[in-house]
């Protein structure tokens, strides 16, 4: 069975999407790894003779829904044959796009029909790389003729891009690529960006961890671009599989759970490899208590600023600190620290302030004293 990969490609109108679609297939061709190009659906019910004006915004959405799914079951079944070897899904747009056409309400409707929501949709892709709109730094090349399904004028197209971003904020691995280079130069750092997720040659994780003040949530919950995401996770080490972490992200219904294994390199590089698991799993892991050696709840608040991903971690023992992380391609990658952060200093380099640590100092008690609320 392939090893099958999701990513998405989205953005707001005129970001080169379709033209982004083709050239991240031939670069991956290039590097001999098998990849399937998942069609935009709207442009298909559009061509068709299906729209928004002629069949209600709603019937429109919810039948590019079930379009969109069923071909994603489709291909990812497909994909999943091939014998030994990687498959990346590239999706032209994601199940999560048309939420930027309705309202929340009909957005619920329509994918409850379908046994799914929200946040289990956010979690349900590998990667995200979100492409800014021509509309945003670069108007000089918006145009309107190069899709025939387009009719946002640069302000409309501007908050479409911005509503996108914000519906896909708090997905696992998002990337912003902007418009502060020429289109061939967005191109190529788009493509740096999905080499990195993908591990080539290797699944490198390379964070910078700040210790913060604790942040004015209030403030924080106005950022548009900002989502908060319950997390528990549990660290073990077990005859069968070595050291590793289980993760649920999100509560009840709408979690998702993953398990990671990461191998150091040095401080701040790891190689890190992820799998979702099943929420019977996740809780088969916990149940073997002799092998759980730390575990620990926090919320998480994912937030896009300046085209940068942080995930600000809120943990329940301090009242007066928090961590920020900022994912990198390289060590040596430059970044700027967000305004709405007031810096302490950088732990990346001190191993109390890893989670694991923080897990075996703190989490244990508190996971115990919130049990019920945690599970």
Same mark, same amino acid.
């Given at each position: 069975?392939?090893?099958?990969?999701?990513?998405?490609?989205?953005?707001?109108?005129?970001?080169?999407?379709?033209?982004?679609?083709?050239?991240?297939?031939?670069?991956?061709?290039?590097?001999?790894?098998?990849?399937?190009?998942?069609?935009?659906?709207?442009?298909?019910?559009?061509?068709?003779?299906?729209?928004?004006?002629?069949?209600?915004?709603?019937?429109?959405?919810?039948?590019?829904?079930?379009?969109?799914?069923?071909?994603?079951?489709?291909?990812?079944?497909?994909?999943?044959?091939?014998?030994?070897?990687?498959?990346?899904?590239?999706?032209?747009?994601?199940?999560?796009?048309?939420?930027?056409?309705?309202?929340?309400?009909?957005?619920?409707?329509?994918?409850?029909?379908?046994?799914?929501?929200?946040?289990?949709?956010?979690?349900?892709?590998?990667?995200?790389?979100?492409?800014?709109?021509?509309?945003?730094?670069?108007?000089e090349h918006y145009a309107f003729d190069s899709n025939i399904v387009r009719s946002e004028n640069?302000?409309?197209?501007?908050?479409?891009?911005?509503?996108?971003?914000?519906?896909?904020?708090?997905?696992?691995?998002?990337?912003?690529?902007?418009?502060?280079?020429?289109?061939?130069?967005?191109?190529?750092?788009?493509?740096?960006?999905?080499?990195?997720?993908?591990?080539?040659?290797?699944?490198?994780?390379? *964070?910078?961890?700040? +210790?913060? /003040?604790?942040?004015?949530? %209030?403030?924080?919950?106005?950022? @548009?671009?900002? &989502?908060? $995401?319950?997390?528990?996770?549990?660290?073990?080490?077990?005859?069968?599989?070595?050291?590793?972490?289980?993760?649920?992200?999100?509560?009840?219904?709408?979690?998702?759970?993953?398990?990671?294994?990461?191998?150091?390199?040095?401080?701040?590089?790891?190689?890190?490899?992820?799998?979702?698991?099943?929420?019977?799993?996740?809780?088969?892991?916990?149940?073997?208590?002799?092998?759980?050696?730390?575990?620990?709840?926090?919320?998480?608040?994912?937030?896009?600023?300046?085209?940068?991903?942080?995930?600000?971690?809120?943990?329940?023992?301090?009242?007066?600190?928090?961590?920020? *992380?900022?994912?990198? +391609?390289? /060590?040596?990658?430059?970044? %700027?620290?967000?305004?709405?952060? @007031?810096?302490? &200093?950088? $732990?990346?380099?001190?191993?109390?302030?890893?989670?694991?640590?923080?897990?075996?100092?703190?989490?244990?008690?508190?996971?115990?004293?919130?049990?019920?609320?945690?599970?």
């Open positions: 069975m392939a090893e099958v990969i999701k990513i998405v490609l989205t953005g707001g109108p005129c970001a080169g999407k379709s033209t982004a679609v083709k050239y991240v297939s031939q670069q991956l061709d290039m590097y001999n790894i098998k990849n399937i190009v998942i069609d935009e659906q709207a442009t298909k019910l559009f061509l068709s003779g299906k729209s928004p004006k002629n069949m209600g915004n709603y019937e429109f959405h919810k039948l590019l829904f079930k379009e969109q799914l069923d071909n994603e079951k489709r291909q990812t079944e497909f994909a999943s044959k091939f014998p030994n070897e990687k498959v990346v899904l590239i999706c032209d747009r994601g199940l999560l796009d048309s939420r930027a056409y309705v309202t929340q309400e009909e957005f619920d409707r329509y994918s409850s029909l379908y046994g799914t929501n929200e946040d289990i949709l956010r979690n349900s892709y590998d990667a995200v790389f979100h492409l800014v709109t021509a509309a945003k730094g670069a108007k640069v302000d409309e197209a501007i908050r479409l891009d911005d509503d996108i971003l914000s519906i896909w904020t708090g997905t696992p691995h998002l990337r912003v690529v902007d418009n502060s280079t020429d289109f061939d130069n967005k191109l190529a750092r788009l493509m740096t960006e999905i080499l990195g997720f993908l591990g080539e040659p290797e699944p490198l994780e390379i *964070e910078r961890k700040f +210790l913060i /003040e604790y942040p004015e949530l %209030d403030e924080i919950n106005k950022i @548009k671009v900002c &989502r908060k $995401v319950p997390i528990m996770q549990a660290y073990l080490t077990t005859p069968q599989n070595g050291n590793f972490r289980i993760r649920r992200r999100g509560e009840g219904d709408r979690a998702v759970y993953i398990k990671t294994v990461k191998i150091k390199i040095n401080d701040i590089k790891r190689i890190e490899i992820e799998n979702y698991i099943s929420k019977e799993e996740f809780y088969k892991y916990l149940a073997q208590q002799e092998c759980v050696t730390g575990i620990i709840s926090k919320d998480r608040y994912c937030i896009v600023y300046n085209n940068t991903y942080y995930e600000l971690d809120i943990y329940p023992f301090w009242n007066d600190r928090a961590t920020l *992380e900022i994912e990198l +391609l390289s /060590e040596n990658q430059p970044y %700027d620290f967000p305004p709405f952060a @007031k810096l302490i &200093r950088e $732990v990346s380099f001190e191993p109390e302030y890893r989670n694991l640590a923080l897990a075996q100092k703190y989490g244990y008690k508190y996971y115990k004293k919130d049990k019920n609320k945690t599970l």
